[in-house]
C-alpha cells in the first residue's frame, strides 16, 4: 500500500509517499481500500509538532477515509464486503488501504459519492457537536461562525440554517458571495473589520447566543466579549499557532499565554450568566455509541439535502504538501481531500 508519512516536523515538503506491505484486519475490524481522505487542520498542527495527541515521528496522519471494505477479521459480519463506507480513524488515514474496528465504520446511503462520504465525518460531527449537543441551538438565537468557509464552518452553516438560528460568519471577503447563498444572514472580513465591533452593531450591543472559534488566543477573548447573557463559546482548535510568523513552538505559546484563562473561572461565568465549553472529537473515540448515533442522524441528512459537503480541492497522494499548503494558507473553500489513486 501507499502512504503519506510525516518523518519529521516541519513545512508541507517534509511530506512523503511511502510503499508498506498491506495491513490484515484484526478481529473487530474491517479492511478498507481508501477512495479518498480528508485533510483536517489537525493535520497541520501535527506536522508541525503542535499537535499534544500525535505518536511521535515518524507517522501517518489522517483522521477519516472512504471506499470500499474488501475483507473483514474473524468476528466481523463478511456482508460488509464489497460495500461502501466512510471511517473514521485514530490515526493512519493518508494511506489508500486502512483497518479499522466495525464501530468506526458507517454503511454508505444510496447515491451518496466517495468524495461526499470522506468530507463528513469529522467535520460534521465537529459541528454537530457544537451546534446540537453542546451549543443547544434553537431556532431564533444567532450564531456567529468563524471561519465559515472551512469544512467545520460549512457544516455548522448547514446544521445552523435547518434550526433556524440567526448566522454570522467570518471569512476572508473572497468567500463571501458563496457563504451568502449558503445562507449567511451577515459577513465579516476578519481580515478589515473588527468582528467583536460589528456583531455589537448588528445586535444592537446585545450579542450572541453562540461562537464557534477554532482561531484562539485573542480570538477566545473577543468571541466571549460577543456572547449575550446565557451565551456559549464553543472553542474546537488553535489555529492562530499555525499561522505566526515567528517560531511554531513559540507562536504555541504565545497563543497559550493569550488565551481568557481569567474570564472562564467559575465566578466569572456565573456572574456573567455565560458558558464556555471545548470539543475535539479525537477524544470521543470511546463514545462508540453517541458517535455512531450522530454519524446515523447526519447521513439521515444528507439523504434530506440538509447536508451537502462541499469539495474544495482534490489532490493526488503525490501533492500533499500542496493539499497541506492550501490549507494552512486558508484558501480552501470547503473540503481538501487526499486520493490515493
Known amino acids: ?3 503519506i508519512w510525516i518523518p519529521r516536523d516541519g513545512a508541507p515538503e517534509v511530506l512523503e509517499v511511502r510503499e508498506a506491505p498491506d495491513p ?6 474491517l479492511r478498507i481500500r481508501v477512495a479518498a481522505s480528508g485533510v483536517n487542520f489537525a493535520d497541520i498542527m501535527a506536522r508541525l509538532g503542535l499537535y499534544p495527541d500525535r505518536p511521535a515521528t515518524p507517522v501517518v496522519v489522517g483522521y477519516e477515509v472512504s471506499g470500499e471494505v474488501d475483507t ?3 468476528g ?6 464489497g460495500r461502501r463506507v466512510a471511517c473514521l480513524c485514530r490515526f493512519g488515514g493518508y494511506s489508500d488501504t486502512v483497518c479499522a474496528p466495525e464501530a468506526q465504520v458507517f454503511a454508505l446511503p444510496d447515491g451518496m459519492a466517495l468524495d461526499t462520504a470522506a468530507a463528513i465525518p469529522v467535520n460534521y460531527l465537529t459541528a454537530y457537536q457544537l451546534i446540537v449537543v453542546m451549543g443547544s441551538l434553537r431556532a431564533g438565537e444567532t450564531v456567529l461562525v468563524h471561519s465559515a468557509g472551512g469544512g467545520v464552518g460549512i457544516a455548522a452553516i448547514q446544521l ?13 471577503k473572497g468567500k463571501h458571495a458563496f457563504l451568502e447563498k449558503e445562507g449567511v444572514d451577515a459577513l465579516i472580513d476578519y481580515r478589515t473589520e473588527d468582528f467583536e465591533q460589528r456583531v455589537r452593531a448588528l445586535t444592537h450591543g446585545r450579542g450572541v447566543e453562540l461562537v464557534l472559534d477554532a482561531v484562539g488566543g485573542k480570538s477566545f477573548k473577543q468571541s466571549y466579549r460577543c456572547l449575550a447573557p446565557t451565551g456559549r463559546l464553543g472553542m474546537f482548535g488553535i489555529s492562530a499557532a499555525a499561522t505566526g510568523k515567528v517560531g511554531r513552538r513559540l507562536d504555541f505559546v504565545r497563543t497559550g499565554l493569550a488565551l481568557p484563562w481569567l474570564q472562564f473561572n467559575p465566578p466569572a461565568l456565573m456572574n456573567a450568566n455565560k458558558g464556555a465549553f471545548g470539543v475535539n472529537l479525537g477524544h470521543m473515540w ?10 446515523e442522524d447526519l447521513l439521515e441528512k444528507w439523504e434530506a439535502g440538509v447536508v451537502r459537503p462541499v469539495i474544495a480541492e482534490r489532490f493526488p497522494f503525490d501533492r500533499a504538501a500542496e493539499a497541506h499548503h492550501y490549507i494552512q494558507d486558508r484558501r480552501n473553500l470547503g473540503k481538501v ?3 490515493p489513486r
Open 76 to 81: 466481523v459480519d463478511p456482508s460488509w464486503v
Open 286 to 295: 470511546n463514545e462508540v455509541d453517541r458517535i455512531r448515533t450522530w454519524m
Open 160 to 172: 445552523a440554517r435547518q434550526i433556524g438560528a440567526r448566522i454570522f460568519g467570518t471569512a476572508s
Open 337 to 339: 481531500l487526499l486520493v
Open 1 to 3: 500500500m501507499r502512504q
Open 72 to 74: 473483514v477479521g474473524a
Open 24 to 29: 490484515e484486519p484484526a478481529a473487530g475490524e
